[in-house]
């Protein structure tokens, strides 16, 4: 009945993305990461999936499942250590792995991606085994389990890890079209996927200042947090003269995502594409984006953000990524502190995100492109009298991006 029911969904969902229509007569739902395991299987592929909800690993040999293990560890996502959900392939394998962030040996260990590893029961120097209910993003298993999914992995195999599925609470009913003058726009409830107002949603435009939530996803999820960079001049060279940013001074990874986030600090960004090289930054924000089904998809600058494109369909599974991935990355938009703040819990900042007052605003940013207009990514949380609602409200070519979703807004409280 479950495997009916996930092809039905398919189904509504191709259906509906032929389609451009502003109001969906039927529900389109955007499909969650366990859509992945319905082409892996059918490509009768060898894989290794990660049900995050259900704190399962399991191996599929040819498309058909072959043995299941139970997770002992994976990531809080409420502070940086979330696992990483999406498409990610074996990068490496170690007998014994060893992590400098946590100085543990990890036996058995599959890298998969980032910082981010499949292992057995890790164990200090001394031989003492690390024992937590939490993992810094890795998936930990029992050493006779990790053994086998260390046999069975072989090099560029995919590893598809499954966050949150689409929930299957009653659907959002949707009367009264509206009208919005915005070239392309999406609203779509993040929990269940249902698409609810859509224009365009499939054309890729500018992503403007929007880039700065994947690069802030990529450099978070690829450095190590407790890293310092010092600001040099070729930083701030004169087209980004800083107001924030001091030359000679060390700031760590998430100080820099203040700036970045809150003011648009473009100099911020640069600094932080420094442990890696902006080359490589760029090459990993791209598999990153294919990764996280954000399919079309076009990174290329840092300097010039309005070469960078996307669909506003891409950009929700962005704000899902980061929703149920990487929260704290929202939490600084809105100007909250988190861990690893440091010196920013004292500098005052001025939050150009339009939202960040508001209650029920839950995270986002905002943009403007010369020659296209005002664009932005907001998420917020709206109840009604059965249940709240996760609701993501993507505006890209707008003169009036506050106007047009406080319309929104008013219309869905209708």
Not at 14 to 30: A, C, D, K, M, Q
Not at 192 to 206: A, D, E, F, H, R
Not at 269 to 295: N, S
Not at 361 to 383: R, T, W, Y
Request: glycine content about 6%; aromatic content about 12%.
């Amino acid at each position: 009945m479950w495997s009916l029911l996930k092809l039905l969904i398919a189904g509504l969902a191709f259906i509906n993305i032929l389609g451009e229509s502003h109001l969906s007569t039927h529900p389109l739902i955007l499909p969650d990461f366990s859509f992945k395991e319905e082409a892996l299987i059918k490509e009768k592929q060898d894989f290794i999936e990660i049900n995050l909800e259900e704190n399962k690993l399991s191996l599929f040999k040819e498309g058909a499942p072959k043995e299941t293990f139970d997770i002992l560890a994976k990531g809080n996502p409420d502070i940086w250590g979330g696992t990483p959900a999406g498409v990610y392939y074996v990068l490496a394998k170690y007998k014994i792995g060893y992590s400098n962030i946590s100085n543990v040996y990890m036996p058995y260990s599959v890298h998969f991606y980032g910082k981010y590893y499949i292992h057995g029961e890790p164990y200090y120097k001394n031989g003492k085994r690390l024992k937590s209910s939490f993992s810094g993003g890795c998936i930990r298993l029992d050493n006779p389990s990790a053994k086998k999914v260390f046999d069975f992995a072989k090099k560029n195999m995919p590893v598809l890890v499954i966050d949150q599925k689409n929930k299957d609470s009653a659907l959002l009913q949707i009367s009264n079209p509206i009208s919005l003058s915005a070239k392309s726009y999406l609203v779509a409830d993040l929990d269940s996927g249902q698409v609810i107002l859509k224009k365009s949603y499939l054309t890729t435009y500018p992503m403007g200042e929007l880039s700065y939530l994947l690069v802030a996803s990529v450099v978070a999820e690829n450095v190590d947090l407790r890293k310092k960079v010092e600001i040099t001049k070729a930083i701030l060279y004169k087209e980004r003269r800083s107001q924030i940013l001091k030359k000679g001074q060390k700031y760590g990874v998430v100080e820099l995502l203040y700036p970045m986030l809150i003011g648009s600090s473009k100099e911020a960004m640069i600094a932080l594409t420094y442990f890696l090289g902006q080359d490589k930054t760029k090459a990993l924000i791209q598999k990153k984006a294919k990764a996280i089904m954000m399919e079309n998809t076009e990174f290329v600058s840092f300097e010039n953000l309005s070469q960078n494109k996307a669909s506003a369909k891409d950009l929700f599974y962005l704000a899902r990524y980061i929703l149920f991935n990487r929260p704290p990355l929202f939490d600084i938009t809105k100007g909250e502190l988190v861990n690893f703040a440091g010196q920013f819990k004292d500098i005052k900042l001025t939050n150009q995100n339009i939202f960040s007052k508001r209650e029920d605003f839950i995270g986002g940013k905002a943009g403007f492109v010369p020659d296209f207009g005002q664009i932005g990514l907001f998420v917020f949380n709206l109840k009604d009298s059965q249940r709240s609602h996760r609701i993501v409200i993507i505006i890209l070519g707008a003169e009036d991006i506050k106007n047009e979703v406080e319309k929104i807004l008013n219309w869905l409280k209708q």
